[in-house]
């Protein structure tokens, strides 16, 4: 079914989460493990709590490693953890007793960051794992198995003027309300007290955040909590059957939507100036599209969200675009300028005394009727996550409205989280980016040996890497074994023949709407050929010059209009990979070394070109790069054998070795590291120059 036949329909149905557990599989494990077992199933299930969101606890035995006495041990997720993909080292343990002895420091409210500094104190042999500022709802409560979930269909009802109601509407009493109050101490206090006063019940609504329940055992606290979440989507899927969500549709899906997103990303990138580059993710999943093209849209979209978890990833509100006038960068800039002084004007609002500074002002989130959701952040994997909170918002509030009316956080309280002190104490104490985080590249013969070092090389130290090669099949495996090494949202693939110009058009606009952008762009597709003159086809001629030449020019075309954009935010860096014989005459190869040296002077016509617009151009120019190679797995190593008279096994790279003066192999890692340097910052006052990685030839000496 496509999104325009979806949002033709009634509200778009909350799933319904079923039970995981195996039974056979959790009597192989301890006690531990099947915290941890539990954990994992529910965090895994994005229908019952989204990326970092939730935490479960247990109480359970252990053996004081100084006094050998029994004591009784909270393991409760730790600060910053995933429950979904958690390791046992991911929890906190702490001394029960000493827990509960806490409260004798307690003296109210405002001793809610007070107490943080003393779960440290209660820390069990050792763990280094940092307790989070939920901690008190586990250890408060005198119940074995505990869990704190955040699922839409909850917050649905956390969130609603009419959620207190359904809460009792649906499960008639078994489930408690607690209006909201910030996480902390406080909150923890007020749960037990709350509890106690109120014996039989078997979970509690927290207002604003989720719902917390308990049980005996790991089995039934899991099936509990999928219970209470399943109840809960049921009741706000009755209430929706049959009805438009948001108050119907307004504005369809536009048939053209995934090349505005390409056109409208670099230009928002390129204007969101800061201390760090951004990154930007894309998506059109029918919420979205059913949400932004709604006549209630714009009213819902300026409440923001509610959750403190959506929040804190997706910004006080979103910025919302006119899909008319995405074109006119006047209007652009104007909208984000505004967004800028909006947020200002909230930070000067609410800030208090002891305040962190403002951060960066730029939005999160970008909401355009028709085309969907785009996100930003400094890094990609932040960037994706805070579309998918803040799809979880959409979701929210399309159950939230179907109940009584949505409501957001009220925004001194939504500041006093954003800049909570122990919020910034966790952002000081984050390492530092690497070096190319927030950058953009793409690589063209990305699948060979020279193209896979180089896209390798700029990942490891953060760059996201389009990889572009006419390959198919070998693109998507280098894809695909470099998301296993450094993840999957840094690395996307484009089969792209360099000589189309419309596959090369193509793999920019995929890079552009994947990542926000360009940065960097490696101009590496080649091929190689041998003939004597009299031996050279006019299409062998036009073979290399179509690749070698025009070929790169196409791809430099197409990358200039994107790096433009990014002249304010410290520019941007091309490199071609040329070759020795583009500065050296060679025998036997006047097609390939002309089209070579038809490359070197096209970067430096561009360096002269792109240097008012930021845009730096340089050259590597490798030799006889043969481990690794496509080029010299192929015809050019028999051709180079037989233009030197020699085998071309083990005897012609011994031929190349021995002619450098320095007699060492060269490598495409040793190419890799070349093109980074010029890639990066290290380089940032040099454009129109030529690096040869040679391992020594003085014919090819550039002066």
Known sequence: MTIQETLSRAAIAFAVPASRWDDSVAATLSPAELLLYRSNLLGSDLTVTNFGGGNTSAKLGGTDPLTGDPVEILWVKGSGGDIGSMKLDGFATLYQDKLLRLEAHYAGPEDDDKMVGYLPHCTFNLNGRAASIDTPLHSLLPFAHVDHVHPDSIIALAASAGGEAATREIWGGRIGWLPWKRPGYTLGVQLRDYVAANPGIEGVML????????????????????????????????????????????????????????????????????ARRKLGHYSDDAETMEFVGSADFERLALVGTSCPDHFLRTKIAPLTLDPARLADEAYLTEKLDAYRQMYAAYYERCRRPDSPAMRDPNPVVVLVPGVGRITFATDKTTARLAGEFYGNAINVMRGAEAIGGYIGLDEQEAFDIEYWLLEEAKLQRMPAPKPLVGRIALVTGGAGGIGAATAARLMADGACVMLADRDATAVEDVRAGFAKRFGQDVVRAAVC???????????????????????????????????????????????????????????????????????????????????????????????????????????????????????????????????????????????????????????????????????????????????????????????????????????????
């Open 497 to 703: 023949d360099v000589t189309d110009e419309a596959q090369v058009q193509a793999a920019f606009d995929d890079c552009a709407r994947e990542f926000g952008g360009l940065d960097i762009l490696v101009a590496n597709a080649g091929i190689a050929s041998s003939a004597p003159i009299e031996e050279t086809t006019v299409a062998l001629w036009r073979k290399n010059y179509d690749v070698l030449a025009e070929g790169y020019f196409l791809t430099a075309r197409a990358a200039f209009p994107l790096m433009k954009r990014m002249k304010e935010q410290g520019g941007t860096s091309i490199v071609f990979i040329g070759s020795k014989n583009g500065v050296a005459a060679a025998t036997n190869a006047s097609a390939y070394a002309s089209a070579k040296a038809a490359a070197n002077h096209l970067a430096r016509c561009l360096a002269l070109e792109g240097a008012p617009s930021g845009i730096r151009v340089n050259v590597v120019n490798p030799d006889a790069v043969i481990r690794g190679s496509k080029i010299w797995d192929g015809d050019w190593r028999q051709e180079r054998a037989g233009a030197h008279g020699i085998d071309p096994g083990k005897e012609l790279e011994e031929h190349y070795r021995a002619r450098s003066m320095l007699k060492r192999d060269v490598l495409p890692d040793d190419i890799a590291e070349a093109v980074y340097f010029l890639a990066s910052d290290m380089s940032a006052k040099s454009t129109g120059n030529m690096i040869n990685v040679d391992a020594g030839n003085a014919q090819a000496f550039t002066r």
């Open 207 to 274: 207002a604003g955040h989720g719902i917390i329940c308990w049980a005996g055992s790991a089995q039934a606290c899991y099936k509990h909590t999928i219970q209470l979440i399943a109840d809960a989507a049921h009741y706000l899927n009755s209430k929706l059957a049959g009805k438009p969500a948001f108050g119907g549709a307004v504005h369809p899906p536009l048939p053209d939507r995934a090349a505005i997103a390409s056109a409208l990303m670099p230009s928002l990138r390129g204007l969101m100036t800061g």
